[in-house]
């Protein structure tokens, strides 16, 4: 991801080397943590795998590591590379591990003799040449056809995307609670099948590539819309699913997974107008597009063409980077092909059956016949029942009453929208339309 250093340099990932920063509070140790997991996880819980050979054990191995770091980093200080800290620490709780099961199995035995006489250094663990190769093997196991798929997306925001629990839940509008028994099963599940530390055989992976996109399309829409917290978007997310995507596109060099690329590249190109100077978020009709990236829009046009040149029809994710090209095409937003994109949620629609679709085939309606016909729309999803305890039906409607000058309406809309809202830069957003509205 531009501006980061990549994980396995060895000047960036060196274990314990240098001096912490000083003795901090839990609460500042808890955020440091909190904020290594989300963008390193993948790459420790891969590396802990290909360690140990033993993937539901690698992620607990994690956890136990982070719980440790929480205490000793509010005592000790945050260490110069906490990704090798924590690292380090769950490599020698694997050789602990491994010790103690030696006594009932010799099989442990072995590993541990073996993990114990290899003793492998940080840079090792993070060697740049077996990074792709331990990110993409753990996507595919947490997408084993052994789990079911709601299992196998949950597991896999977990450990590769480093989302907590409750924003999962909130990216499949479902209780949290269900989600912590998904990923609990999961575990469990491949635990007992065994389940081999590896790249699956070239003729298992069209069986399991769907839910390795759909697990890419979900880590960046949350990084391109963060469910909670105080930024609008988490950029390490959005980079994560770009290169899992690239990797993917190498692998596995189908029509729809061109078609998920070109979709994040399209998107993506918009984000350096997504936000002024204070972090707020800017609405897509009043963005500068002189500041999207052209050289993005170039590379997403490209990868759509590929996958329009593969097959009859575009799946989901192709039908959806068309839609993104119709707004990278247009100079301004009156000059968008809303009818085009109309149609184009209406194909979409046809295959997800998704009421977050036919939300966005409402605006795009009311952009191209008018906010009235785009609420009836609205209207017709909130009859339904659809999308009940979500913020974006409120808020679309809000925009909508606020078009058609019904502001008390729109004002009422819109407070619903940030009652339901958690995140603190879409509030901060919500709160100065209620404001704007309330001076009319």
């Not at 913020?391 to 409607?397: E, F, G, N």
């Amino acid at each position: 991801m531009p501006g980061a250093s990549r994980p396995g340099n060895s000047e960036t990932l060196c274990g314990l080397a240098g001096e912490a920063a000083g003795r901090v509070s839990s609460n500042e140790a808890r955020a440091a943590v909190e904020a290594v997991w989300r963008s390193e996880s993948a790459r420790i819980v891969g590396a802990l795998a290909r360690y140990t050979g033993d993937f539901p054990l690698a992620e607990d191995l994690a956890q136990e590591a982070l719980a440790e770091a929480i205490v000793s980093w509010s005592v000790n200080g945050i260490p110069l590379e906490p990704a090798g800290w924590l690292l380090t620490a769950g490599r020698r709780r694997a050789i602990d591990t491994f010790r103690r099961r030696s006594a009932q199995d010799e099989k442990y035995a072995l590993l541990a003799r073996n993990l114990v006489q290899e003793e492998p250094g940080v840079d090792t663990l993070f060697n740049p040449d077996a990074i792709d190769d331990d990110v993409l093997a753990l996507m595919f196991i947490s997408c084993h056809p052994v789990l079911s798929k709601e299992a196998r997306i949950a597991l896999t925001l977990r450990v590769v995307g480093g989302m907590g629990s409750d924003e999962i839940a909130k990216a499949f509008l479902v209780p949290l609670p269900t989600i912590q028994g998904r990923i609990t099963r999961a575990k469990k599940t491949l635990a007992a099948a065994h389940i081999p530390f590896a790249v699956p055989e070239p003729h298992e992976i069209p069986e399991r590539l769907g839910s390795v996109l759909h697990v890419v399309y979900l880590i960046f829409t949350e990084g391109s819309f963060a469910s909670s917290g105080d930024s609008w978007m988490r950029t390490e997310l959005v980079g994560e699913a770009q290169r899992l995507a690239r990797v993917l596109v190498r692998l596995a060099p189908e029509p729809e997974v061109y078609g998920l690329l070109a979709l994040m590249e399209l998107t993506a190109a918009r984000f350096p107008a997504r936000l002024d100077p204070d972090g707020n978020p800017v609405l897509l009709a009043d963005q500068d597009r002189r500041r999207w990236d052209q050289s993005a829009i170039r590379r997403g046009r490209a990868a759509l063409a590929r996958a329009v040149s593969a097959t009859q029809g575009l799946g989901t994710y192709g039908l959806q980077a068309s839609i993104a090209e119709c707004h990278a095409i247009a100079r301004t937003t009156e000059d968008t092909d809303w009818q085009r994109i109309v149609v184009l949620y209406e194909a979409l629609g046809r295959l997800t059956r998704s009421p977050v679709v036919e939300l966005n085939r409402a605006v795009a309606v009311a952009m191209a016949s008018g906010p009235a016909a785009g609420l009836k729309l609205v209207d017709s999803l909130a009859a339904r029942g659809e999308l009940e305890g979500s913020q974006l039906l409120p808020s679309v409607k809000g925009e909508m009453l606020t078009r058609l000058g019904r502001h008390a309406e729109a004002e009422e809309a819109l407070k619903l929208a940030l009652g339901r809202t958690t995140n603190a830069a879409e509030r901060t957003a919500l709160e100065r339309k209620i404001a704007q509205l309330g001076k009319k």
